[in-house]
């Protein structure tokens, strides 16, 4: 198996592309993230690709004006890094996906999809929203991106009861810890060719 060249897209503190970082070094994924591409310029993930000898490209809305050239400057440092895969990790900010790109772009949501999904339902949002509802369980779930939030062929869920005292935090971290598994194992059947987004 030829080793996958990632694009790891991030707008946070970088924990999902650290620890695919993690997963690579044990020899656990035949792949190497070839770049991060960062939504901001305060985002953690920056200072923790820096110490992984991980390249990083700051590409932001405000700054390429439209979307149309947003999603071009996005899809141009995918390219120039020789990227195979573009992992979205804590990514905020929605862009166009091209047609040559189209089942190369995987998201990764803090829930079980398509249940508290979309626009704003990110993070602890997520978790609280969960709770709220009086779920019994939550999970999280590895999706095919597509041009809308949230939605695009799931790949892989992993489940997490939902107990008793559970506040949005106790609730992440558990879902986190299942974030880590999830991802890897998409890739993996990715490579494989038993994740194709048809």
């Not at 939504?39 to 820096?50: L, M, R, T, V």
């Not at 803090?110 to 779920?135: N, T």
């Not at 999706?143 to 559970?166: K, M």
Request: proline fraction near 4%; charge should be neutral.
């Amino acid at each position: 198996m030829s080793v996958l060249r990632l694009g790891v897209l991030v707008s946070g503190g970088g924990t999902t592309m650290v620890n695919l970082a993690e997963v690579i070094a044990r020899g656990e994924l035949e792949a190497r993230i070839a770049v991060c591409i960062a939504s901001n310029a305060h985002c953690g993930a920056i200072e923790k690709a820096g110490r992984l000898g991980i390249p990083v490209k700051i590409i932001t809305r405000k700054e390429a004006g439209t979307v149309e050239e947003f999603s071009r400057r996005n899809i141009a440092a995918l390219e120039e890094a020789g990227a195979d895969l573009a992992l979205m990790a804590g990514y905020l900010s929605l862009w166009e996906i091209p047609e040559r790109w189209r089942g190369r772009v995987m998201n990764i949501h803090p829930a079980l999809l398509p249940k508290f999904g979309g626009k704003g339902m990110h993070g602890e949002h997520v978790h609280a929203a969960v709770l709220a509802a009086g779920e019994k369980e939550s999970g999280c779930t590895v999706h095919f991106a597509d041009n809308t939030y949230d939605t695009g062929p799931i790949i892989v869920q992993r489940r997490v009861p939902v107990v008793a005292g559970d506040t949005a935090e106790t609730l992440a971290r558990r879902v986190f810890e299942q974030e880590c598994l999830a991802y890897p194992e998409a890739i993996r059947m990715y490579q494989r060719g038993e994740a194709r987004m048809g």
